[in-house]
């Protein structure tokens, strides 16, 4: 069967989790993000890991792996949202090789945010530990002051969105991202959105793209 495969990419904080969570409710295709992969997995074997909280990446292999255990789920059989993978060139070919299948229809798309933006976007970032709920302080802030409003657990800030891992994160992103960017563009796979507008704007121009290219539905036709 035909997939639709979206690759949603972005520094931290550029809203890629937000855009795909979206698209993923429009579409009716599972998001998957790896950064939550990864933290559900520390989370069931009662493990944190050193190099994801100090902004650093985690093993190909156990990546690669927990990808491949959820895209083998039935949600995902028709296509899916990836929200933070491939993240190196070493991901990029395992995942052309070995998951993409010839008749997949495919799309990345970069949400481009300027380093200053990044840097006031996560000081403000949020998110519930016990259901995973994300907030902002200014942008999408919670009901009740520092409370998730579906479950009211305390909600915390990421370890890896303090001011000095985001600085590395974001040198991490500039380096490994640009070789996947050309080899998207190369293979014509490649969009590039404002991610500097609002929420709703970056929707629609993220939706207009896709349709101009055929790969999902015109809007009237989108239940
Ligand atoms: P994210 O939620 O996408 O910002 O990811 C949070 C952290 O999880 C990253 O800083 C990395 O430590 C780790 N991570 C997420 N996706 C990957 C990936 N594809 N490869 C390696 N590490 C990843």
Redesign the pocket.
């Given at each position: 069967m035909a997939r639709l495969v979206l690759f949603f990419f972005g520094p931290?904080g550029s809203g890629k989790?937000t855009q795909s969570a979206n698209l993923s409710q429009q579409l009716g295709l599972p998001a998957i993000?790896?950064?939550?992969?990864?933290?559900q997995h520390y989370q069931s074997i009662g493990e944190h890991?050193a190099?994801?909280n100090?902004?650093?990446?985690?093993?190909?292999d156990l990546?690669n792996k927990l990808?491949v255990e959820r895209l083998n789920q039935p949600d995902a059989q028709s296509g899916f949202i990836l929200?933070?993978?491939?993240?190196?060139k070493t991901?990029f070919d395992y995942f052309y090789n070995n998951i993409i299948n010839p008749d997949d229809k495919i799309c990345a798309i970069e949400i481009s945010v300027s380093d200053q933006e990044v840097q006031h976007r996560i000081a403000g970032r949020r998110f519930c530990p016990k259901c995973g709920a994300g907030y902002h302080l200014t942008y999408k802030p919670s009901l009740q002051a520092d409370r998730c409003d579906d479950c009211q657990t305390r909600l915390e800030q990421?370890p890896?969105d303090s001011p000095e891992t985001i600085q590395e994160?974001l040198a991490?992103y500039r380096r490994t991202m640009g070789p996947l960017v050309v080899s998207w563009w190369q293979l014509g796979e490649l969009i590039i959105i404002n991610g500097e507008k609002n929420i709703d704007s970056v929707y629609h121009d993220i939706l207009s793209v896709l349709q101009e290219r055929g790969l999902v539905p015109p809007k009237s036709e989108i239940v």
């Open positions: 931290p989790g993000s790896t950064g939550n992969l990864l933290r890991n190099a994801m100090e902004g650093q990446l985690v093993s190909d990546i990808l929200d933070g993978y491939p993240r190196n991901q990421r890896d994160r991490l």
